[in-house]
């Protein structure tokens, strides 16, 4: 198969002109940038979708009635108006347009399915690109792609994020080597439940946009595409689509689609661009995604090797043919994943498969059981369990003491052992041979080792510093150990799904220059449980000035001085305060001069209120 794709992919090169088959076309600045430009500054757009290669599967017709304009860019989805969409790219002097146009759509429909305009997601088109031409006929990294194997790979590999494969290859077109990505990147995928094409019909594509999101879509680039300055862009003609990017929104004032393009922010509206309906056949393969949020806990489990001990083999048999099933409990029902083909004549096979389970328990319960697929003799049980049992020869019904048990704590990230597990370099191993059953009787029990790995995306909430209160109040000139009032501290670092808790140390950093002696009631505090507060007095000795003084005072995380918080402080100081007993001898006053007129005592209420 991946001989007929190269064969398509070096005609398109000797049949088309160098700007579709290639897709690669060098402009000065003067024009793509029309406020500062020089001749002698060059810039790179490259496009990279192959014309040929397998044909998308028959669209999807959609109905309905719609706005008559949209933009992903600022809409309103589920009560809440945002930017939906990400930043511009730039795919530079590589043809990887198909990386760029499928990815922009997934995180833009990430960040729809997560409910949040502010969620940040970007994803590796480097992923894509490098190991896309190591693992998927129809991929040739800068080379550019066939439009079917781009969405084939998203949805059999999934998207990593960029930070675990960063793109390079925009600079000179290098192609890193797949292995370049990070070690754990297996826990990091994020994975589509599939995709569709839709009918290459305005209304259908306008339909699909706003109930699924940003939509992949090929084009034809004409040579006058590369120096678009902004507004709607129109070309006639009937050359093979040779560039992928996202539709983003329409306006039907206008009869355009507004679209996400690959070329940087300094090209066309911002990297934006807007295209009439109907040109540069846009709508002929257009693509959505299916996705389901996964924000959620999920525990990876890694079969990475299974092998042989002892017969388990019929005598026409020449190798094992293993298949497995892992079975997780995942807080509410059991759910089962199989691969009915994992190896075929292999007694030592080795291949990493990853299966992902979303889990609603912190300790998920797993099970493993594999079994070897005899087309004469009949399936036979294999014993991967230390519990005491065996497998069985024709025969793969589930028998507690052949099956691996387990549970899995994903606050801890560690196993909780039911039967017997053996660390070996980077995988656990259970075996039919492991005690207590000790493989008495291999042959008859068809031992079988298993290596496997378990992990999970669960992030333990982390302390997170926040404070309630502000401090205001007026004491007399000089007044020592004012009471200044009081504020709260709380940890908010919670768990949405209650499995842990963070604890929070804190403390006073920073106080107003002015006053002195400063005094805190509780002065700081140590493991501040998740949603719990506490109340804090604050006490000073007052200027001797009178004025009115304002400042902060500055709570931090004593573990991480980056999460702090300010408490406002404003502070008066008369020189004559007038507190509840000046008000009190004001009262009186005012009541004697009107009914007793004693100029005795209204002397003596003159002084008091001086000294109040």
Avoid at 147 to 175: K, N, Q, R
Avoid at 211 to 228: E, H, K, N, R
Avoid at 465 to 488: D, K, P, Y
Avoid at 500 to 506: A, V
């Amino acid at each position: 198969m991946k001989i007929k794709y190269t064969v398509v992919f070096i005609v398109g090169l000797i049949l088309c002109s160098p700007s579709i088959a290639l897709g690669i076309h060098n402009t000065t600045s003067e024009s793509y940038n029309y406020s500062t430009s020089s001749s002698q500054n060059f810039k790179t757009y490259a496009t990279g979708l192959l014309p040929g290669g397998p044909s998308l599967p028959q669209g999807k017709y959609f109905t309905g009635r719609t706005p008559s304009y949209w933009d992903w860019r600022d809409a309103t989805y589920s009560g809440i108006t945002g930017d939906w969409t990400t930043e511009i790219k730039d795919q530079g002097n590589c043809g990887s347009c198909y990386a760029f146009g499928s990815l922009a759509a997934l995180e833009a429909v990430m960040k729809i399915h997560s409910n949040n305009p502010d969620l940040s997601v970007d994803l590796s088109e480097q992923f894509m690109v490098s190991c896309g031409q190591e693992w998927v006929s129809g991929i040739f990294g800068c080379g550019g792609a066939f439009v079917s194997p781009t969405f084939e790979f998203i949805e059999e590999y999934g998207a990593i994020p960029e930070s675990c494969f960063p793109y390079v290859s925009g600079g000179s077109g290098y192609e890193p080597s797949c292995s370049d990505k990070c070690g754990n990147w297996q826990d990091l995928v994020i994975q589509i439940d599939d995709w569709h094409t839709i009918a290459e019909d305005i209304e259908s594509i306008k339909n699909a946009l706003i109930q699924y999101g940003p939509l992949s879509t090929t084009m034809t680039v004409y040579s006058d595409f590369y120096s678009y300055p902004g507004g709607v862009y129109e070309h006639s003609g009937d050359e093979e689509t040779n560039h992928i990017v996202a539709i983003v929104g329409y306006d039907d004032s206008l009869s355009c689609w507004i679209c996400k393009n690959s070329w940087g922010d300094d090209w066309g509206e911002d990297g934006w661009f807007r295209i009439a309906y109907g040109n540069c056949r846009i709508e002929e393969d257009t693509i959505y995604f299916e996705y389901t949020d996964q924000t959620e806990p999920f525990v990876n489990v890694k079969m990475h090797r299974i092998k042989m001990i002892g017969d388990i083999e019929g005598i026409l048999e020449f190798g094992a043919d293993w298949s497995y099933r892992i079975s997780v409990f995942d807080g509410e029902e059991w759910i089962d994943q199989i691969n009915d083909d994992y190896a075929t004549n292999d007694d030592d096979h080795t291949e990493d498969v990853l299966h992902r389970f979303s889990i609603y328990t912190p300790e998920p319960e797993i099970t493993i059981k594999v079994w070897d697929r005899d087309i004469l003799s009949g399936d036979d049980l294999a014993d991967v369990s230390g519990y005491e049992g065996g497998g069985a020869d024709n025969d793969i019904s589930d028998r507690r003491g052949a099956i691996f048990h387990g549970y899995y704590d994903v606050v801890e990230n560690e196993l909780i052992e039911i039967d017997t597990v053996i660390v070996e370099g980077d995988f656990y191993t259970t075996s039919g041979t492991y005690p207590p059953d000790n493989g008495d009787n291999p042959d008859q029990e068809n031992d079988a080792k298993v290596w496997f790995d378990i992990s999970d995306n669960y992030e333990p909430p982390i302390p997170e510093l926040n404070v309630v209160g502000q401090l205001s109040s007026e004491v007399r000139v000089g007044t020592a150990h004012h009471h200044l009032g009081t504020f709260i501290v709380e940890n908010i670092g919670i768990d949405p799904h209650g499995w842990s808790e963070s604890y929070l140390d804190w403390e006073i950093s920073q106080v107003p220059e002015w006053g002195q002696h400063w005094e805190f009631e509780p002065n700081g505090g140590f493991d501040l449980a998740s949603g719990e507060s506490v109340s804090v007095e604050v006490y000073v000795d007052a200027p001797a000035e009178e004025d009115e003084f304002e400042g902060t005072i500055e709570v931090r995380n004593s573990k991480d001085h980056s999460d702090l918080a300010e408490i406002p402080v404003l502070l008066k100081t008369p020189l004559f305060y007038k507190g509840f007993l000046w008000h009190l001898f004001e009262f009186l006053k005012d009541v004697l001069q009107k009914y007793i007129q004693s100029s005795f005592i209204l002397k003596v209420l003159d002084v008091l209120l001086t000294l109040s």
